[in-house]
């Protein structure tokens, strides 16, 4: 079965770093675009950024553009989130997603930025 499971989310200061981490299995991660999502408190989900199957096609949201960073270890099967200059409004339940952004996804790690 597709399994996916978050990991790196954490309370931090405005301003700061975190590193996300997705360990994935149960399907072949080589051959899948990923997807990292985010769900705010109270809000809707929200896409944050795509990477292709070989990480050679990526794509953010522009409310993360310049500060996020997605990436892949397909020997590893894990997908990976550079988050810089992190803001208040970045605050929310992170979870990775297989395919599309509406796909199967992990529970998520919780990520709360404070000022």
């Known amino acids: 079965a597709v399994q996916l499971v978050e990991s790196g989310g954490g309370v931090v200061q405005a301003g700061g770093s975190l590193k996300l981490s997705c360990a994935a299995s149960g399907f072949d991660f080589s051959d899948h675009a990923m997807q990292w999502v985010r769900q705010p408190p109270g809000k809707e989900l929200e896409w944050v950024a795509t990477?292709?199957?070989?990480?050679?096609?990526?794509y953010y949201d522009d409310s993360v553009d310049g500060r996020f960073t997605v990436s892949r270890d397909n020997t590893k099967n894990m997908l990976y989130l550079q988050m810089n200059n992190l803001k208040t409004e970045d605050t929310a339940m992170y979870h990775c997603?297989?395919?599309?952004?509406?796909?199967?996804r992990g529970p998520g790690t919780q990520v709360t930025v404070i000022r």
């Open positions: 997603a297989k395919d599309s952004w509406r796909g199967v």
């Open positions: 990477i292709s199957v070989r990480g050679g096609n990526i």
